[in-house]
């Protein structure tokens, strides 16, 4: 059966979270966020407030057999001409949920939106937050499919693409254009998150024909 790529509802959020925290297992996000009912219900508050509240969120989910096995959350940019995009202050972070490590989550996810910041500026930009596959399905298509489809929208309007991925996800998001900016450790540098920025199809161009040249 093909899959099947749809924007998720309000309705999706319960097994939003599961395919969350069925796909990561490593131990910094296990460290930040313990599978205990507390930082279930964390996550699941904070999705569903972002679908109901959040203009520039779209979630989109990929659907096998009628059950949700991958979805993606996608950030766009603010649809008021010259907004820029993350201008949150990047040291603000959220409450987080009774029982996760808050000294840790605020020291790597803080550094995480430094970095973004550090990296894209003020500059509009499409940000693919969060991509995650149940491990049974991965490596099968469906987190192509997931980030194709904001890719086509960063590529419709010209615009950059950021995110931040394991060295084990990286090599994915290289084949789509994104590059290494920088990087941010965390448990004492036995983890490493990469920042990687995909310039926009004019800039990619740009580059092509001046490899052309040499």
Not at 49 to 75: C, G, H
Request: glycine residues 8%.
């Amino acid at each position: 059966m093909p899959l099947t790529l749809e924007e998720a509802t309000i309705d999706d959020v319960p097994a939003l979270t599961d395919v969350y925290m069925q796909a990561f297992q490593l131990p910094i996000t296990l460290a930040t966020f313990p599978r205990i009912p507390s930082v279930r219900a964390w996550w699941e508050a904070q999705n569903r407030e972002a679908l109901i509240s959040d203009q520039t969120v779209r979630f989109v989910k990929i659907i096998d057999a009628d059950n949700i096995i991958a979805y993606a959350k996608w950030i766009f940019p603010p649809a008021e001409k010259g907004a820029a995009s993350g201008g949150d202050d990047p040291d603000a972070m959220p409450e987080w949920p009774e029982g996760s490590d808050k000294a840790l989550c605020d020291n790597f996810y803080g550094g995480l939106a430094r970095e973004h910041k550090r990296i894209m500026g003020d500059r509009p930009h499409y940000h693919l937050e969060m991509l995650a596959t149940l491990p049974e399905h991965q490596g099968k298509g469906a987190a192509g499919h997931l980030i194709r489809w904001g890719l086509e929208k960063a590529d419709r309007d010209g615009l950059e693409a950021y995110l931040d991925a394991s060295p084990k996800g990286a090599p994915i998001y290289e084949r789509f254009g994104w590059q290494v900016a920088g990087r941010v450790e965390a448990l004492e540098g036995r983890h490493t998150d990469l920042c990687m920025r995909r310039p926009a199809l004019g800039e990619r161009a740009e580059s092509r024909d001046e490899d052309r040249a040499v």
